[in-house]
Protein backbone atom coordinates (compact mmCIF):
# COMPACT_ATOMS: atom_id res chain seq x y z
CA UNK A 1 0.00 0.00 0.00
CA UNK A 2 1.18 3.79 -0.64
CA UNK A 3 0.16 5.81 1.90
CA UNK A 4 -0.25 9.72 1.63
CA UNK A 5 -0.62 11.94 5.02
CA UNK A 6 -1.97 14.56 3.80
CA UNK A 7 -3.92 18.14 4.74
CA UNK A 8 -7.77 17.30 2.69
CA UNK A 9 -9.89 19.51 1.65
CA UNK A 10 -11.39 21.01 5.20
CA UNK A 11 -8.02 21.67 6.16
CA UNK A 12 -7.51 18.40 8.43
CA UNK A 13 -4.49 15.72 8.52
CA UNK A 14 -5.88 12.86 6.84
CA UNK A 15 -4.25 9.54 5.72
CA UNK A 16 -4.78 8.26 2.52
CA UNK A 17 -4.03 5.21 -0.18
CA UNK A 18 -2.69 6.60 -3.15
CA UNK A 19 -4.45 4.17 -5.66
CA UNK A 20 -2.89 3.41 -9.13
CA UNK A 21 -4.99 5.91 -11.26
CA UNK A 22 -3.42 8.85 -8.47
CA UNK A 23 -6.73 9.21 -6.78
CA UNK A 24 -6.55 9.20 -3.29
CA UNK A 25 -9.12 6.78 -0.89
CA UNK A 26 -9.31 7.91 2.76
CA UNK A 27 -7.69 5.60 5.44
CA UNK A 28 -9.07 5.01 8.79
CA UNK A 29 -6.24 4.88 11.84
CA UNK A 30 -2.91 6.03 12.12
CA UNK A 31 0.16 5.37 10.04
CA UNK A 32 2.03 3.59 12.83
CA UNK A 33 -0.52 1.21 12.63
CA UNK A 34 0.08 -1.80 11.25
CA UNK A 35 -3.21 -2.22 9.42
CA UNK A 36 -4.82 1.07 8.42
CA UNK A 37 -8.43 0.37 6.65
CA UNK A 38 -9.69 1.82 3.43
CA UNK A 39 -12.75 3.51 3.80
CA UNK A 40 -14.03 3.93 0.00
CA UNK A 41 -14.08 7.73 0.52
CA UNK A 42 -12.31 9.62 -2.01
CA UNK A 43 -10.03 12.48 -0.60
CA UNK A 44 -8.31 15.60 -2.22
CA UNK A 45 -4.65 16.30 -0.97
CA UNK A 46 -5.15 20.59 -0.19
CA UNK A 47 -1.45 19.83 1.06
CA UNK A 48 1.23 16.89 1.40
CA UNK A 49 2.28 16.60 4.50
CA UNK A 50 5.55 13.92 5.67
CA UNK A 51 4.47 10.52 5.92
CA UNK A 52 5.16 10.31 9.26
CA UNK A 53 5.68 12.66 12.04
CA UNK A 54 9.08 11.79 12.27
CA UNK A 55 10.36 11.11 16.38
CA UNK A 56 13.87 10.79 15.30
CA UNK A 57 15.66 11.67 11.84
CA UNK A 58 19.22 9.44 11.86
CA UNK A 59 21.27 9.58 8.36
CA UNK A 60 23.98 7.97 7.15
CA UNK A 61 27.01 9.73 5.27
CA UNK A 62 29.00 8.51 2.24
CA UNK A 63 27.20 5.51 1.90
CA UNK A 64 27.58 5.07 -1.80
CA UNK A 65 30.62 4.02 -3.18
CA UNK A 66 30.87 6.37 -6.04
CA UNK A 67 29.32 9.55 -3.85
CA UNK A 68 32.47 8.60 -1.52
CA UNK A 69 34.74 7.98 -4.45
CA UNK A 70 33.84 11.62 -6.36
CA UNK A 71 34.52 13.60 -2.86
CA UNK A 72 37.71 11.81 -2.47
CA UNK A 73 37.40 10.13 0.60
CA UNK A 74 37.86 6.79 2.12
CA UNK A 75 35.70 3.99 1.92
CA UNK A 76 33.91 3.96 5.85
CA UNK A 77 34.64 1.12 7.84
CA UNK A 78 31.88 1.72 9.73
CA UNK A 79 28.46 3.34 8.82
CA UNK A 80 28.63 7.45 9.57
CA UNK A 81 25.98 9.08 11.47
CA UNK A 82 24.73 12.34 11.50
CA UNK A 83 21.21 13.72 12.72
CA UNK A 84 18.79 16.02 11.68
CA UNK A 85 16.13 18.03 13.80
CA UNK A 86 12.71 16.66 13.10
CA UNK A 87 10.91 19.92 12.57
CA UNK A 88 13.17 19.86 9.51
CA UNK A 89 10.77 17.13 7.79
CA UNK A 90 8.82 18.69 5.35
CA UNK A 91 6.48 17.30 2.74
CA UNK A 92 5.94 16.77 -0.96
CA UNK A 93 5.42 20.26 -3.46
CA UNK A 94 6.45 22.38 -0.13
CA UNK A 95 8.78 24.90 -0.44
CA UNK A 96 12.49 23.87 0.36
CA UNK A 97 13.73 27.21 1.97
CA UNK A 98 16.78 28.66 1.62
CA UNK A 99 18.58 29.97 4.76
CA UNK A 100 19.09 33.78 5.67
CA UNK A 101 22.38 33.03 6.99
CA UNK A 102 23.67 30.67 4.18
CA UNK A 103 25.53 31.70 1.52
CA UNK A 104 25.44 30.21 -2.02
CA UNK A 105 25.90 26.56 -0.91
CA UNK A 106 22.93 24.30 -0.35
CA UNK A 107 22.78 21.20 -2.35
CA UNK A 108 20.08 18.46 -2.84
CA UNK A 109 20.44 14.53 -2.09
CA UNK A 110 18.55 11.87 -2.94
CA UNK A 111 18.18 9.36 -0.50
CA UNK A 112 15.93 6.19 0.66
CA UNK A 113 13.96 6.91 3.84
CA UNK A 114 13.60 3.81 5.96
CA UNK A 115 10.82 4.23 8.74
CA UNK A 116 11.11 2.06 12.03
CA UNK A 117 7.28 1.05 12.59
CA UNK A 118 8.13 -0.71 15.84
CA UNK A 119 10.39 0.16 19.18
CA UNK A 120 13.37 -1.60 18.11
CA UNK A 121 16.97 -2.39 20.10
CA UNK A 122 19.92 -5.28 19.56
CA UNK A 123 18.15 -6.12 16.37
CA UNK A 124 20.12 -8.30 14.42
CA UNK A 125 20.32 -8.01 10.90
CA UNK A 126 18.23 -11.12 9.78
CA UNK A 127 15.25 -9.78 11.73
CA UNK A 128 15.68 -6.19 10.69
CA UNK A 129 13.25 -5.93 7.91
CA UNK A 130 10.95 -6.66 10.03
CA UNK A 131 10.95 -3.72 12.33
CA UNK A 132 10.26 -1.79 8.86
CA UNK A 133 6.96 0.12 8.68
CA UNK A 134 7.71 1.29 5.20
CA UNK A 135 9.76 3.49 2.71
CA UNK A 136 9.67 6.74 1.84
CA UNK A 137 11.63 9.18 -0.87
CA UNK A 138 14.05 11.70 1.19
CA UNK A 139 16.02 14.52 -0.07
CA UNK A 140 18.93 15.68 2.49
CA UNK A 141 19.18 18.76 1.76
CA UNK A 142 22.66 19.95 2.90
CA UNK A 143 24.43 23.91 3.47
CA UNK A 144 27.85 22.53 2.43
CA UNK A 145 29.79 25.40 4.46
CA UNK A 146 27.63 24.92 7.33
CA UNK A 147 28.19 21.15 6.93
CA UNK A 148 32.29 21.79 6.63
CA UNK A 149 33.01 25.33 7.91
CA UNK A 150 30.27 26.67 10.37
CA UNK A 151 28.73 23.91 12.19
CA UNK A 152 31.73 23.26 14.80
CA UNK A 153 33.37 20.03 12.92
CA UNK A 154 29.68 18.15 12.58
CA UNK A 155 26.99 17.84 10.20
CA UNK A 156 23.86 18.39 11.90
CA UNK A 157 23.98 22.19 11.40
CA UNK A 158 24.36 22.11 7.90
CA UNK A 159 22.02 19.36 7.52
CA UNK A 160 19.26 20.63 9.83
CA UNK A 161 17.65 23.81 8.50
CA UNK A 162 13.92 24.15 8.59
CA UNK A 163 12.81 22.54 5.77
CA UNK A 164 15.97 20.48 5.02
CA UNK A 165 14.15 16.99 5.32
CA UNK A 166 11.56 17.26 2.69
CA UNK A 167 10.09 13.40 2.66
CA UNK A 168 7.33 11.73 0.56
CA UNK A 169 5.29 11.61 -1.69
CA UNK A 170 3.98 8.38 0.20
CA UNK A 171 4.90 5.48 2.40
CA UNK A 172 4.97 2.42 0.79
CA UNK A 173 4.59 -0.88 2.74
CA UNK A 174 7.19 -3.65 2.77
CA UNK A 175 5.11 -5.86 0.55
CA UNK A 176 5.80 -3.64 -1.93
CA UNK A 177 9.25 -3.45 -1.98
CA UNK A 178 10.77 -6.79 -0.90
CA UNK A 179 14.22 -6.01 -1.43
CA UNK A 180 15.30 -1.82 -0.54
CA UNK A 181 18.59 -2.98 -2.45
CA UNK A 182 17.57 -3.09 -5.69
CA UNK A 183 15.86 0.14 -5.86
CA UNK A 184 16.78 3.08 -9.44
CA UNK A 185 17.45 6.28 -7.37
CA UNK A 186 17.67 9.74 -9.22
CA UNK A 187 17.17 13.25 -9.06
CA UNK A 188 16.24 16.23 -11.19
CA UNK A 189 16.95 19.79 -11.13
CA UNK A 190 14.89 21.73 -13.01
CA UNK A 191 14.05 18.54 -14.98
CA UNK A 192 17.66 17.91 -15.88
CA UNK A 193 18.84 14.55 -14.34
CA UNK A 194 21.55 15.20 -11.84
CA UNK A 195 21.81 12.14 -10.10
CA UNK A 196 20.84 8.38 -11.43
CA UNK A 197 22.10 5.41 -9.42
CA UNK A 198 20.75 2.31 -7.87
CA UNK A 199 20.32 1.68 -3.84
CA UNK A 200 22.42 -1.48 -4.41
CA UNK A 201 25.72 0.42 -4.26
CA UNK A 202 25.53 1.31 -0.74
CA UNK A 203 28.07 0.42 1.13
CA UNK A 204 26.09 -0.72 4.41
CA UNK A 205 22.77 -2.22 2.94
CA UNK A 206 19.33 -1.69 4.76
CA UNK A 207 19.54 -4.57 7.73
CA UNK A 208 23.23 -3.63 8.16
CA UNK A 209 22.39 -0.04 8.84
CA UNK A 210 19.11 -1.31 11.13
CA UNK A 211 21.12 -3.34 12.88
CA UNK A 212 23.98 -0.97 13.57
CA UNK A 213 21.84 2.08 14.67
CA UNK A 214 19.71 0.13 17.37
CA UNK A 215 23.10 -1.54 19.27
CA UNK A 216 22.16 -0.84 22.75
CA UNK A 217 19.88 1.99 21.23
CA UNK A 218 16.38 2.03 21.05
CA UNK A 219 15.01 3.35 18.15
CA UNK A 220 11.30 4.24 18.49
CA UNK A 221 8.52 4.01 15.90
CA UNK A 222 8.32 6.87 13.62
CA UNK A 223 12.50 7.07 13.58
CA UNK A 224 13.31 7.88 10.17
CA UNK A 225 16.58 6.56 8.71
CA UNK A 226 17.79 8.14 5.67
CA UNK A 227 20.15 5.99 4.07
CA UNK A 228 23.04 8.15 2.22
CA UNK A 229 23.09 9.71 -1.36
CA UNK A 230 24.58 8.40 -4.63
CA UNK A 231 26.85 10.13 -6.83
CA UNK A 232 26.14 13.47 -8.60
CA UNK A 233 25.62 16.35 -5.95
CA UNK A 234 25.87 19.78 -7.10
CA UNK A 235 28.93 20.47 -4.89
CA UNK A 236 31.27 17.94 -6.50
CA UNK A 237 30.52 19.23 -10.30
CA UNK A 238 32.41 21.78 -11.98
CA UNK A 239 31.16 24.42 -11.84
CA UNK A 240 28.95 23.58 -8.64
CA UNK A 241 25.50 23.85 -9.20
CA UNK A 242 23.53 24.88 -6.30
CA UNK A 243 19.73 25.54 -5.29
CA UNK A 244 18.57 28.96 -6.37
CA UNK A 245 15.21 30.38 -5.90
CA UNK A 246 13.15 29.04 -8.25
CA UNK A 247 14.45 25.49 -8.78
CA UNK A 248 12.49 22.66 -8.28
CA UNK A 249 14.15 19.46 -7.36
CA UNK A 250 12.63 16.29 -7.54
CA UNK A 251 13.49 12.59 -6.35
CA UNK A 252 12.33 9.90 -7.54
CA UNK A 253 12.76 6.19 -6.40
CA UNK A 254 11.51 2.76 -8.25
CA UNK A 255 8.53 1.53 -6.39
CA UNK A 256 7.72 4.69 -4.83
CA UNK A 257 7.34 7.90 -6.76
CA UNK A 258 8.74 11.58 -7.09
CA UNK A 259 9.10 13.55 -4.22
CA UNK A 260 9.26 17.33 -6.08
CA UNK A 261 9.62 21.05 -3.87
CA UNK A 262 9.85 24.35 -5.17
CA UNK A 263 12.68 26.42 -3.85
CA UNK A 264 12.62 29.43 -2.30
CA UNK A 265 14.36 32.27 -1.03
Known amino acids: MKIARIKDQSGHTALAALQDDGTLIRIKGKVLETSPALTGERVTAKE ?6 PTAILCIG ?6 AEEGGAAIPEYPVLFLKNPAAATGHGQPIRLPKVCEKEVDYE ?6 IGKTARNVPEEAALDYVLGYTAANDVSARIWQSVKGGSQWNRGKG ?3 FAPLGPVLVTPDEIPNPNALAIR ?11 NTADMIFDVPTLISFLSEDTTLLPGTVILTGTPEGIGWARNPKVLL ?5 VTIEIQGIGRLTNPVTG
Do not use: C
Not at 62 to 67: D, E, I, T
Open 48 to 53: WLPPVQ
Open 62 to 67: LNYRKH
Open 110 to 115: AELAVI
Open 161 to 163: FDT
Open 187 to 197: TELNGAEMQSS
Open 244 to 248: KAGDS
